[in-house]
């Protein structure tokens, strides 16, 4: 057995383990405890590591722009392409699939990977790229939120600088960001982890060696098996991981890249989980249809309900699929691979959708219906 394969059965052994847990942490204070660890300090630590262990230069400062250009592909692929196999423009269902489809949280779902499967190099170009990505979920989703909202129940347009300005604050005093911003700035004056004194060395690295198994005990505690949604969601996210393989694919084949690794992590991180942050911006606009209910309509700008099952599917659903490029790596470094892996799962969205429109006489590839008479008796 090889070496990859070694490292992922490992790895989902842990995820088991925290299966197993779940009868134990019943509270959701204890997962959300398990979580501020991993985001707040666990994963800090090994970005800042990362960063300090690599020479950063000018030519990585395009992966912020690609994360972005991925999040602007995946709304219009959502927007345009799932209309036609049933899915309404215009609905809840759709500006909740809008907001969370393009999103990325990397930090749960893809950072352990890359560093037991990459190395520290690569997650810190990985920490980088998810710059991109943070401007996307917590700016351009919270505009996006809120002009549906007064667009749907005919508001005026409030000013929102303010509430943009808090975003801004919040994305800098994240504790990921400012470890980020923290050791960029060290690098430009020739720091690096060799040279800062050994105690804080050290306590980094050991608090940055918890991340991985924390994250593994935490997909496995809070992965919910909701049989009754699994199915729709799982489509949706089918079509969500064919797009981002065809994105990938097309990547690796337009831009040269530096290595194999580089190619590798081209793949797996637009694999992420969604993101927390839409579904936070959905909870505030749910409360402000609560506080308004006279000077709103009845019809509710997002589905929470479906909201919240994606984000705890789409985490097991992203961990298996980059678990599994990482475990066969060698088939992924060929150009094309990546290209004809999105074209099986959109066949695979595709087919059950054709099937089921051909069974219910919906889907005709020529109008033979008769033409419309016009009642005489109606008026001009």
């Known amino acids: 057995m090889s070496i990859a394969l070694h490292k992922t059965f490992s790895l989902l052994l842990l995820i088991l383990i925290g299966i197993l847990l779940k009868r134990k942490i019943l509270k959701e204070d204890h997962k959300n405890g398990l979580k501020i660890m991993i985001l707040d300090l666990a994963l800090p630590a090994m970005i800042f590591v990362a960063l300090l262990s690599i020479e950063v230069n000018h030519d990585l400062l395009i992966l912020p722009l690609l994360a972005l250009a991925f999040n602007g592909l995946m709304i219009l692929a959502t927007r345009y392409l799932l209309p036609l196999f049933g899915i309404e423009n215009n609905t809840p269902t759709m500006r909740t699939l809008l907001l969370l489809l393009p999103s990325l949280a990397p930090g749960l779902s893809c950072f352990p990977f890359i560093v037991e499967f990459l190395g520290d190099e690569y997650l810190a170009w990985a920490a980088l790229a998810d710059i991109g990505n943070k401007v996307f979920v917590l700016i351009i989703a919270y505009l996006l939120a809120t002009a549906w909202y007064y667009k749907i129940n005919q508001l005026p347009v409030n000013s929102s600088w303010a509430k943009i300005k808090g975003l801004l604050m ?12 923290t050791a960029l700035v060290l690098l430009s004056f020739g720091v690096n982890l060799e040279t800062l004194p050994t105690f804080l060395s050290e306590s980094i690295l050991m608090v940055k060696n918890m991340m991985t198994p924390l994250v593994l005990l935490y997909i496995g505690i809070a992965v919910v098996f909701n049989w009754s949604q699994i199915k729709m969601i799982w489509s949706v996210l089918v079509f969500r991981a064919g797009i981002t393989f065809l994105f990938s694919g097309l990547l690796i084949a337009l831009i040269p890249m530096p290595s194999e690794a580089a190619i590798i992590l081209a793949i797996v991180f637009p694999l992420s989980a969604c993101s927390f942050w839409p579904f936070a911006h959905m909870s505030a606009i749910r409360a402000m249809e609560s506080l308004g209910k006279d000077e709103v309509k009845n019809e509710s700008t997002f589905d929470l309900t479906l909201g919240i099952n994606i984000l705890a599917i ?5 961990t ?7 475990s066969s790596a060698s088939y992924f470094v060929k150009p094309y691979s990546a290209l004809l892996m999105g074209g099986l799962f959109l066949l695979i969205f595709i087919l059950p959708k054709l099937y089921q429109m051909i069974l219910s006489k919906e889907f005709t590839f020529f109008d033979v219906s008769e033409p419309k008479v016009k009642d005489s008796t109606a008026n001009d």
């Open 320 to 326: 298996l699929l980059i678990l599994g490029v990482l």
């Open 314 to 318: 789409s985490l097991p659903f992203s």
């Open 170 to 181: 919040a994305m800098v005093k994240e504790p990921i960001n400012l470890v980020i911003v």
